[in-house]
Structure formats: C-alpha cells, structure tokens
C-alpha cells in the first residue's frame, strides 16, 4: 500500500505540489491523472523516492520514504516516464542487471524471469539489442526489469504512451493480472478508455492539489457527466484536455 500525506514541493517561488494525499490500496488499481501543470509527475518522483518533498509524507507498506529510501525502493517496482534501457544490452542482460543489483539469487533470478517473460510474452525480443525496438518492445523489457524483484507495490507512468492497440490491450491484462495477485497498482493515464476500463479509484490532481478521490462511478455521479472524460474536464474547471 502507498501512502501520500499532506505532500509539499515547490522550485522557487512555483509551487508544484501543495498538500496532495491519498491512498493506493493493495488489491487494486488506481489511476492518477492531471492536466499539464498539475503536479502529477513531481508527486510520482517523489513516491519513488526521485525527489525528496519540502513537507509531507510517503510511506510504503508503512516504510517512511525519506527515513529508508532504500527499503521503500525495494518495496516498489517503478516504469518512468523515461524508459531509460542501456540500449547496447539485451532485453535480457537489462533485466538480469537489475535483478543483480537488487541482490536476487540465481535460481529466484530464473524463476522470476522465466514468469516475467511469459506474463509479458517477449520471449522473441530477449536476446535482441533494446537498441532499435519498438516502444511496444521497450516497455515491456523495462517493465519486466522493473519487477524482475517481485515487488508488492507498481507505479507505471503512462504505460501505454505510443503503443499500438494489441500492446496496449496485453499491458492491460498484465495490469489486472498484478491487482489479481493482490499488488498496489498505481499509474497516470490520459486516455479515459484506459483508465475507465482498469482504475478502482481515480485521484485527479489540479494546480497542486488533489481535486477528487473516488470511484469513476462516484465520479460520473458527482458531477452528473455519463462520460468520464467529461466528468474530469468539469472537475479540475477547463477544457485544455488531457496531459501527461
């Protein structure tokens, strides 16, 4: 579980979160959204421990992130919005570096790989340069090296950004598969089909703050919209769309 309170962060005299709270609950998927500007991507940073917050609060599984980032770390498996694959390796030697630095034995190495690849189905792309892959292929290996540690706890930023329809719908059932196994999954989106279609809970962020936290059918309920993304363009007050 992920624990945001009362977060603060500001560059100079911006201030880039102000007082953002909320909760990523085990067993379920919830989405982050916000428009450009909002704040959405500094609070992600700050999650995984990128970013240290002028005030506030993360914790995971209860781990203060700025007491032991290092255990918060280990606790969380992390797909950026840079993808960030050393792309003179292969799909594989990225995912088992990662696997090493996270101190996993061979044989949990193994294990983990193999159900990594198979979840993912990229046994074709493993032993290719990442040099030169699709971004439906990029995504995948940095997914898989992102959770090569089993880690309880899932933040995804923009996962699905430039993939095509059949990668995208296979990150999808990878999604629900991580909330069936009972994992937090936490990700911003700006496709409302996505988010509609996977999110339990939906926190929107707008100049700073949490907006709303609630369910997408408390969300159409609240602000009368039958569409979600007419339900969030009436909650944080403009029209400018949606934004990574």
Not at 67 to 88: I, M
């Amino acid at each position: 579980m992920i624990e945001v309170r009362d977060l603060h962060k500001a560059f100079g005299a911006v201030k880039a979160v102000d007082g953002v709270g909320f909760t990523a609950r085990d067993g379920e998927i919830t989405g982050l959204l916000g428009p450009n500007g909002a704040g959405k991507t500094t609070t992600l940073r700050m999650l995984y421990t990128l970013m240290t917050p002028d005030r506030g609060q993360v914790l995971v599984d209860g781990i203060d992130a700025v007491a032991d980032p290092l255990a918060v770390r280990r606790r969380l498996g992390v797909l950026p919005d840079a993808r960030g694959l050393y792309k003179r390796l292969t799909a594989r030697e990225n995912i088992e570096y990662f696997a090493r630095l996270q101190g996993l034995d061979e044989a949990t190495l193994r294990t983990r790989h193999e159900a990594l690849v198979d979840a993912l189905e990229m046994r074709d792309i493993l032993d290719r340069r990442t040099e030169g892959f699709s971004q439906g292929q990029r995504v995948k290996t940095a997914i898989a090296r992102a959770l090569i540690h089993d880690p309880r706890n899932v933040i995804l930023d923009e996962p699905t950004n430039g993939l095509d329809v059949m990668a995208t719908r296979g990150l999808r059932r990878f999604m629900q598969q991580l909330k069936g196994e009972g994992r937090c999954v936490l990700f911003s989106s700006h496709i409302m089909q996505e988010v509609a279609a996977l999110c339990d809970r939906i926190v929107v962020i707008a100049h700073g703050r949490v907006v709303a936290d609630e369910t997408p059918d408390a969300l159409r309920a609240q602000t009368g919209e039958t569409n979600l993304e007419d339900a969030f363009v009436k909650i944080i007050g403009t029209d400018e769309g949606l934004a990574a």
